[in-house]
Nanobody, 114 residues
């Protein structure tokens, strides 16, 4: 069973910031691209950002310039720094590993109040 533990979600006012963290097992983290996805109430799960094992990143247009994905290989951890948060960013955020992705975290809820 893959261990992926997310943290950092919570309630924040519009314009504020949150930093999400996801710790994965070493065997998964070391060979897989990692990503963050989100699912708003009543909507489909969508890509937020991805990062390859080499550190190349991609972002959804809606978060470009506001969110930053990064990874710390020594800590088997992927981060999502979220700045200038908007109410439309409200969603459950999921950590994922692999290109499918093959593995998912349990999700952490982010709520942005107006």
């Amino acid at each position: 069973q893959v261990q992926m533990v997310e943290s950092g979600g919570g309630l924040v006012q519009a314009g504020g910031s949150l930093r999400l963290s996801c710790v994965a097992s070493r065997t998964i983290f070391s060979i897989n691209p990692m990503g963050w996805y989100r699912q708003a109430p009543g909507k489909q799960r969508q890509l937020v950002a991805t990062i390859t094992t080499g550190g190349r990143t991609n972002y959804a247009d809606s978060v470009k310039g506001r969110f930053t994905i990064s990874r710390d290989n020594a800590k088997n951890t992927v981060y999502l720094q979220m700045n200038s948060l908007r109410p439309e960013d409200t969603a459950v955020y999921y950590c994922a590993a692999g290109i499918s992705p093959n593995y998912w975290g349990q999700g952490t809820r982010v709520t942005v109040s107006p």
